[in-house]
Each structure stands twice: as C-alpha cells, then as structure tokens.
C-alpha cells in the first residue's frame, strides 16, 4: 500500500507539472507576430486558451494519471487465492478444501475404511460437503439464522469431550491429532454441517398439533394382516371398549367440540392430557435435534403424528390404530416456513439447482 501510495503521488507531481508547462505553453503573449505560415495552427491554440480549453487538458492529464495508477494497482495487487468451488460469489479455498479432503482421506482409508470402489467418489464428496455448508450458512443467514463457534463446541463437548474424555478437551485434542491425524478444526466443521442442517429443518412449514391417546388393554405385537380370523376377532374383542372411547372422541372432534374439553375428559396420556392434547407446532425432517420437539418425543404415538403431519391439512382430523393404541389427531394451524413442505433431501435438491455453483 505504501508503494502504491507513494506512486500516487509521483503521478500527481507528474500531472501538475505537465498541467503547468502546457498552460504555460498556452499562454503565449499574444503581443508576439505570429507569422503567416502557422496562423492555421494559431487559430487552434485559440481553442485551448480558453476556459474550455484548460478544462479539457486537466480531464487528459487527470485520465492519464488515473489509467497509470490503476495498472501499477492491478500489477501490485495479490493474486487472488484458487478456489475450489464459487458458491454465489463466495468462494471456498482450495486450501481449506486440500485440508478437509485429506483430512477425510485419512479417515475412510485408515480409521474407517471404506468399500474401495467408494473411495474415487471421496473427492466430489467432500466438494460437495463444503457446497452444502456454505448453501445452508447462506439460506439461513437470509432468515436471520446463523450457527456460532461456541454453539458448534458445546455440541462436541455434550457428544464426545465429556462423554469419553471427563471434559478434558486437550486429551481430546491430542487424540485427535495422533490417532485421527485431524485438528478441531475440521471436526468443527462435520458437526457444524449437521447443526445447519437441524436449523434449516426448523424453517420448515410447521403445524400446530392436538392429540388425544387412548391405550389399548391388550398389546398387539404382529399385524392383522399376519393375524388368521380367530386372532384377529380375539384381539378386537379384547380391545373393543377402548376402541369404542376413541370413536367417540373422533365424533365429539368432528362436531366441532372444544378439543381441549375432550382431552381432558378422555386422553390416557398425561403429559399431553394437562395440554388440553395440544403437542404445539412441529414439522417432519430427516435433520431434527430430538430435544427440539420435546412434546413429540413424549408422546406415546409418534408414528400416528408422523402420519398426521404428513397427510392432514390445517382443520383436518384422523383416528389412527397403532399395535399400542389409538391417537385422535388434529391440525389446529399452519405456520407457513420458506423451507416449504419437503423432506430435506428433495428441498435441497431444488435449491442447490437454483444457487450459483462454478467448479474450476
């Protein structure tokens, strides 16, 4: 910088003085004869006496000063470092990508091998990798979402530091370095991808869910399908009084029944049952931290919310029969997310289509 500084100011000696000897040359007494021989070339300087005419030589020298910095700037100026990938103007370094690349080299070669015919794809995995993370980093900066260091290293200190080294994270680091031949740094980076993608399942459209579960008296451990007519006649019989219950809280919901009224008199789940059934806002995903829906992990029938997130719209109720018991489910609203409806992977493959992506 001090260079190009000191350039700079050569530049606007250079055009001052150029700017001097040229007004200077302009302004000629016009005392002097001028002989009839240049008087074509009188009438020109005419021109550049002029306020014009001054105004004109200064823009001229001033361009040529401008063009001389800019090319002494360009031929000082550092390369830019290679990148590996450009993902919407922003690049990742090759440098980091050669880190991460042998980095996991290592480890499906050594520590966890993998098929051989997997391991030439190893590249184009990793690339990808660090596509994905930026997209997401990206995707959900947009949303005013982003995903810290310090939330990054509480998340390997709750999984591995104070699981298998008593909260000892420089044991941790040593392992590291001299069994898996990695740095924290790049195992920041495996489990910051996967908190990016837990944060972008939380932008996906949610639904508001009330539920009401009904035990069955007697367990059903095979389907009916599997079931001859003897069994299956045993098992309804068995359950019948409790299937009647759920029945009738499915009419009393399609009524129009307060629901939270009915939870209360009829649901044999207690947690949810002090809710008035109400499980609050949840969503599908393949990406989901199990503490970030607490009301659906206790809910005895989760495959039945499943089904209902999935399948039913806002306002819409269904009666589900699991081997356990019957879960009467409700949609009370929709909170509409900019990841939309899909699962992960499908939303991710329309939104990567869509990014900017060069690969040199």
Excluded at 131 to 141: C, D, K, S, V, W
Excluded at 148 to 174: F, L, N, P, S
Excluded at 283 to 310: C, E, H, R, V
Aim: hydrophobic share 35%; aromatic share 8%; glycine share 8%.
């Amino acid at each position: 910088m001090g260079k190009v500084s000191g350039f700079l100011r050569g530049v606007l000696v250079l055009a001052a003085v150029l700017t001097t000897g040229v007004l200077g040359f302009l302004g000629i007494k016009r005392g002097l004869r001028t002989p009839p021989e240049i008087s074509s070339v009188n009438k020109f300087t005419k021109l550049f006496r002029s306020p014009a005419g001054v105004a004109i030589t200064l823009v001229i020298v001033a361009g040529i000063a401008a063009g001389v910095f800019v090319l002494v700037k360009k031929a000082t100026t550092p390369p830019k470092p290679p990148a590996a990938a450009t993902v919407n103007g922003e690049d990742i370094l090759d440098s980091d990508f050669q880190t991460r690349l042998a980095a996991q080299t290592y480890f499906y070669t050594t520590i966890s091998p993998l098929p051989e015919e997997e391991l030439p794809g190893l590249k184009e995995r990793v690339r990808e990798n660090m596509i994905q993370e930026l997209l997401l980093t990206q995707f959900l900066a947009e949303n005013g979402i982003t995903v810290t260091d310090e939330e990054v290293r509480q998340r390997i200190q709750e999984i591995a530091v104070d699981r298998m080294y008593e909260g000892d994270w420089a044991k941790y680091e040593e392992e590291l370095k001299t069994i898996y031949r990695t740095t924290l740094e790049e195992v920041m980076r495996t489990y910051r991808l996967d908190i990016l993608k837990e944060k972008t399942s939380q932008l996906k459209t949610q639904k508001r869910v009330s539920a009401i579960w009904i035990d069955k008296d007697e367990l059903q451990f095979v389907s009916y399908e599997s079931m001859d007519e003897k069994e299956r006649t045993k098992h309804e019989e068995a359950n019948r009084s409790k299937k009647e219950k759920a029945e009738e809280a499915l009419r009393r919901i399609q009524s129009g029944e307060d629901f939270a009224k009915i939870a209360g008199e009829l649901s044999e789940d207690e947690e949810s049952k002090k809710n008035g059934g109400n499980l609050g806002f949840l969503f599908l995903d393949t990406y989901m931290n199990p503490g970030a829906q607490p009301t659906l992990d206790s809910f005895p029938g989760k495959t039945p919310i499943f089904s209902a997130l999935d399948e039913l719209g806002n306002g819409e109720n269904k009666m589900y029969e699991i081997f356990t018991g019957y879960a009467m489910i409700k949609i009370a609203e929709i909170k509409e997310g900019p990841r939309g409806t899909q699962n992960f992977d499908d939303w991710y493959v329309s939104f990567r289509s869509r990014a900017n992506i060069t690969i040199p």
